[in-house]
């Protein structure tokens, strides 16, 4: 029996029915939206629904992509979202604003330079940065520049030593 007048729409009497159906019989797995947990078919849907557009990326990087972008809609606009987002990739990222630079940059500008691991990176990579920047950034600041830097990491350890004055320091053994 229906609460609804007679004259409501059909879309109304789809809501009632809808409302009275036992959603308990629905499998939990179904409704899994943890970027962790679910199946990888479902992760475009997930990906479209946290705003990420970009497409190409391994399981593991699209994963990671969702799971940053979550955190990162609690702090839209911010330095720490630029970075979190940018870092899902798998890069170390630094992210510098006009005012930090020296010598001062124009005025509401950032840069951001990514480091860029050993195994190789292209143009197309930092065109991703770029992408990802613009969407993350709040709408007063513009991307100055996009920069990468190499950080190699060696598995062979390395000895220094100072000589300060007439003074003779050892600095002990460092594994990068």
Known sequence: MSL?????SDAWNCYEQMSREDLSA?????????????????????AWEAGINISGFSEAITRSMIRASINAMAYAGTT????????SLGLATSV?????????????????????????????DLKTVETIANRTKN???QL???GASLNGVAEMPF??????GYEKTTLYEEVL
């Open 139 to 141: 709408a007063r600041s």
């Open 159 to 164: 000895y220094a030593c100072a000589i300060i």
């Open 4 to 8: 609804l007048p007679a004259y409501m």
């Open 96 to 124: 510098t604003e006009w005012f930090d630079a020296s010598p001062h940059e124009d005025a509401y500008t950032f840069s951001i330079i990514v480091g860029v691991p050993d195994a190789g990176y292209n143009m197309l």
């Open 26 to 46: 629905i499998n939990p797995e179904l409704v899994n939206v943890s970027p962790e947990l679910c199946h990888a078919n479902v992760l475009p849907f997930l």
């Open 144 to 146: 100055s520049s996009v």
């Open 80 to 87: 720490q979202a630029l970075k979190e987002s940018i870092s």
